[in-house]
C-alpha cells in the first residue's frame, strides 16, 4: 500500500462506493475514519514556511498496514491450519484411524463456513449455488473413502475464492487509482494566512492557493498567478493546459509550475472530480445484455448441471454399474460445473472496459451504453460546439436607421447573462458599460432568441424565425454566417453576421468513424440552411437538416430510430437535452461543467473533440472481445471436463482447476480492458 494513495479517507471510502464491499475494506474505513478524525482535530494548518502535519500520516499508514496484515493472518487462520493438517495426514505415514481424524479435522476447519452458507441459503430457498455444489461433492467424496480429495475440494476452492476476490479487488482499485482525482486537501486563504482544510468544508467564493506539484481541490477561476496544468487525468490528454487570470480550471488537475490563486465557484459536491467519481461508481448499475444473459444463463444453467450430476450417479448405478464409480463422476460434474468464471469475469470485463475509457477520457455510465456504441452505425451530429469551434465571431454588421455603436449596446445589454456562444459574440463585440436598470421583461424563445424591453421599448434578437413569428419584414441577407437581427418596435434595426470555424479535427475524427463501421452521418442544426449546406459539403456529412427548432431534431431522430440502426446523438448536452436521452447512446462533448450534460447523457467526452468517440468504440469492440474470449474459455473447459470426467479421464483435482482456475484465468483476461491501447 502506497502512501500516496491513502492520504485521507475519502480515497479508501471510494474504493469501496466502487465495488469493494469486503469485510476488509470495511473494517480499514472505519479505523482510517477514526485516526484521521482524531488528528484532525489538532493543528493541522500550515503556512508557506512550514507544515504542521507532524508525522501524523507516516504513522497512521503504519497502523493501517499492520492492522490490515492481522486481519489478513487471522481471517484466514483455519484456511493455513487445515492445510497444514490436510498434508501432514497426506504426507506422514500414520495409523488409518488417526488419519481419517486429521482429514476430519481440516475439513471442518476449511468447510465449516462453506456448509454454513449452503445450508442458510438451503432453509432460503437458494439452494442451488456454488457453496450448494462444493459442499454436496466433498461430502460425497468422504462417503465413498476419497477424503484427501473431499478435504482437497473445500481447500481449493477457498483458495480459489481468496484468489478471485484479490484479482477482483487489484482490478477495481486499478480503477480507482486511475481516477485518483481526489484532492486530500486546500489550501484555504485567511488574510495571510494559508488554512489546510477537507475540500468539503470550502464555501463558493472562497479563496484557495494552489502551489506547484498540488491538485487543484474545488472548480474555480484564477484570480491571480499563471500556470500549466496537467489535465491528463481528467481528459485523456497529454499534454499540460495554460491557464492564467479568469480562466477556469477543475478539480482533480495538476498545479505543475506557479502559484494560483482561486476563487471556488462550485461546492465539492458539484465539482467535476465528485461528478466523475459519483458517474464512474454508478456505471455497475446499468448493465449489459451480455450481463443480463449471463445472469440469466446461470439460473437455467446451475439447476440443470445438478440434474445432470443426479443423472450420471444414479441412472448408471440402476443398470449395474459401481456406485462409488458413478458417485465420484456426479461429483466431479458438481464441482466443474459452478459457473463463478461468467458471473465474476463479464460484469468484470465490462467494468474494465469502462475504466480504460475513462483513462481516455471518455466517461461511459454502464456497460450497457459500452455494447451499444460498439454496435453504432448511424452518428447524428449537432453542428455548433460540436462539429465547429462554436467560438463565434464577428464577420460583418449592417444598420438601418441605428448606428452601429448603440445596435450593439442594445443587443449586449439583452444577451448579457446568456451562456449561448452566440450571445457570448455579440457581449465580448461590445466594449461600453452597462446598465442594469435599462432591461426589463427578458424571456428567451429557444431555438429562436431573446424578447425584452429596453428603455420600455420592445426589442427583439434572434433569427429569422423569431421575427417571421412576430410578422416583422426582414432584409435580404447574401453573406456567409449565421444571421442574427436586431428589431425595435417591430423594425429591424442591424443585422449581425457571425461565423464558425469547423474545428481541425473534426474531418479526421469523422474519417477514422469510417473505417471502423460508421456509415451514416447526420447533422441536426437551428442555424440557417446555407451555412449547414457549407459545413456539412466540407465534412462530407450524408443528411444536413437545418432551422431546426429542439423539437425537430426529437422528431428527425425518433423517425431514425424505427429502424434496426443503433443510434448514437452528439451534442453539447444542454440544448440538445431531449434528444441526448432519446438516442441509443447520448455522447455529451466537452461538458466537464456542464450538469446538463452529465445528467442527459449516456457518455461524456471530457475534451470536444470527434476523435474520442473513434477511441470509445475501439474500447468498446476490445472490451467486447475480451467478454467473448472469458465464456468461451470457460464454458469450452468445463463441458471438457465435464466429459471427461463422465468418461473416467478426470478427477476431482481436474474439476477444481475446471471450476477455480479458470475463474481466476477468466478475470486476469478481464483486467486486460483497462489497459487498451
Known sequence: MENKNFKTIDELNSLDSIGCSCNSCNTTSVKKENTIQIATNKHTHDHDHHDHNHGVEDVFEKKVVKSKFNEIISKNINLWLSFVLFFSALFIPMNDIIQLGLYLIAYIFVAKDVLIKAFKNV???????ENFLMAIASIVAFLIGEYAEGVAVMLFYNVGQLTEDYALNRSKSSISKLLDLKPDYANLKKGSDLIRVKPKSVQIGDIVVVKPGERVPLD????KGQSHVDVAMLTGESLPVFVSEQEEVFSGTINKEGMLEVEVTKRYEDSAVSKILKLVNNAGQNKAETEKFITRFAKVYTPLVVAGAAIIAIVPTLLGGSFETWVYRGAIFLVVSC???LVISV??????GIGGAARKGILVKGGHYLETLRKTNTLVLDKTGTLTKGN????KMLTFGMNEEEALKVSAH????STHPIGKAIVEKYSGTFDENVVTSLKEIPGKGVIGLYHHQEVLLGNAGLMIDREINLPSTSERGTVIYLSVDREVKAVFYIVDEIKEETKQGLEALRTLGVTRF????GDRQSVADEVGQALGIDEVHAELLPEDKLNILESMLHHKDKVAFVGDGINDAPVLRRADVGIAMGNLGSDVAIESSDIVLMV???TKIAEGIKVARFTSKIIWQNIILALGIKILIMVLGTLGYANLWTAVFGDVGVAFMAILNSGRAIYNK
Open 123 to 129: 432453509l432460503a430457498g437458494h439452494m442451488l449455488d
Open 220 to 223: 474555480g477561476r484564477v484570480i
Open 339 to 341: 459457473p463463478c468464471a
Open 347 to 352: 460484469p468484470l470485463g465490462y467494468f474494465g
Open 392 to 395: 463565434f465571431k464577428f464577420s
Open 414 to 417: 439583452l444577451e448579457r447573462f
Open 522 to 525: 447526420v447533422m441536426l442544426t
Open 608 to 610: 470536444d473533440e470527434i
